[in-house]
């Protein structure tokens, strides 16, 4: 057996939502919404299930996605990918998955940002690479230059990048864009950039792509999913987008990982990708409304809520709350005694975690956050009565 992954924890997600089940909690722990989703795009996957191919697809996935994801991004983002530059992956997880056992040999330094989404650690140390951290502090999780300076050696051969960032709910400017590109090609660096939350993004702040930097279209892996952009996180449909050198050996990676995604579910997102504009903005501002109800409800509360500029996510910070307790016992008695599900974003550091920030998921209907909100006041109420 391998003690990589037989030592490691259940996944925080998991853990949470079982005690939540459990304990009949109110879940704003693991990030997935109860609203949101577009009618005509289960329509269109549910005719595929009965008068499609329920055979394998094509390895790299139906040509008419992979059509889909170019002509999404040229309209979306103004960036150009041929159709050699796409795989269709059974979500973000696998095209990660993918991407670091084709890019990672033994030995190479990998450059990561914590806090950082679970499954990028395992994955790199289980491809032979060496982590290295940059680490992000709240409130304002900013990346600098001399942080990543510190984390660069000559050994180092790739960079993971999530933006917009969970859990911080940060979506990262022009300016930290540019030091990371900037890094990357002074250290002919290849770029892994998460982009699953490249369309959950709010107050009218604009998305851009890592691969739009100078120098960075030639050596950025862009990775994307349909879960988010459709609130359909069940559907594990995602893709990469990389320059043919990069995504010829990704491709073989997924070939025997997975080696395809369900046909059916490919053309129901090859269907949503060309949806107009306004089922973006709508998207968008349902969750910013949800967001907002979120934020105002836990400051009524007395909670100290961190800005949320994209994701599904709003944080509180513990200690600015007058919660003397860390975020592990907050939501461990959170779960089990007040009955709501929170995660806390300690699970997100490899290395010296920030113990007192909460985050939460507020990608739900206006009777999920009250009520949820009820019971994190009675969380509250656990660590502050006298
Ligand atoms: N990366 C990040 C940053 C995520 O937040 C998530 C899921 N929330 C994923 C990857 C996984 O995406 P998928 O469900 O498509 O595998
Ligand atoms: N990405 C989701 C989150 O951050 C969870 C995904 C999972 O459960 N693996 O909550």
Excluded at 7 to 15: E, G, K, M, N, V
Aim: aromatic share 10%; hydrophobic share 45%.
């Amino acid at each position: 057996m391998n003690p990589l992954f037989a030592d490691l924890p259940t996944s925080i997600f998991a853990h949470m939502s079982a005690l939540a089940a459990e304990h009949q909690a109110i879940n704003l722990g693991q990030g997935f919404p109860d609203f949101g989703w577009p009618e005509d795009v289960l329509e269109r996957a549910a005719n595929e299930v009965r008068s499609g191919s329920n055979q394998y697809a094509p390895m790299r996935g139906l040509p008419e996605l992979r059509q889909a994801v170019i002509d999404h991004y040229r309209q979306h983002q103004r960036i150009d990918y041929e159709v050699d530059e796409v795989t269709i992956t059974s979500g973000a997880t696998e095209a990660l998955a993918s991407a670091i056992m084709a890019l990672v040999s033994p030995g190479d330094e990998v450059l990561l940002f914590q806090p950082l989404y679970d499954a990028y650690v395992p994955l790199v140390r289980r491809a032979g690479g060496v982590p290295r951290f940059v680490r992000l502090t709240p409130p304002d999780w900013r990346i600098t230059n001399e942080a990543i300076a510190a984390a660069v050696t000559e050994r180092t051969r790739l960079l993971i990048f999530n933006n917009p960032h969970n859990p911080t709910a940060r979506l990262f400017g022009e300016e930290e864009l540019r030091i990371i590109a900037n890094v990357c090609v002074r250290h002919d660096l290849i770029a892994l950039t998460d982009e699953v939350w490249e369309h959950i993004v709010f107050d009218g702040r604009p998305f851009v792509p890592l691969a739009a930097m100078p120098g960075m279209r030639e050596r950025t892996v862009k990775v994307g999913s349909a879960g988010k952009i459709f609130s359909l996180t069940g559907w594990k449909v995602g893709w990469i987008a990389a320059p043919e050198e990069l995504a010829l050996p990704i491709s073989k990676a997924h070939q025997y990982m997975t080696f395809a995604t369900p046909p059916n579910l490919q053309a129901g997102v090859a269907y949503g990708l060309g949806k107009e504009d306004g089922y973006y903005r709508s998207m968008r501002g349902g969750f910013e409304a949800a967001r907002d109800a979120m934020a105002s409800a836990l400051n009524q509360a007395g909670f100290a809520v961190l800005p949320a500029e994209g994701t599904y996510f709003a944080s509180v910070d513990l200690a600015a709350s007058g919660i003397g307790a860390d975020d592990v016992s907050f939501c461990e008695r959170a779960v089990r005694e007040a009955g709501v599900a929170a995660i806390p974003v300690s699970a997100f550091y490899e290395e010296e975690p920030v113990r007192s920030v909460v985050r939460l998921c507020f990608a739900k209907q206006p009777e999920t956050i009250s009520g949820g909100l009820e019971r994190l006041r009675a969380a509250r109420a656990l660590f502050t009565r006298s």
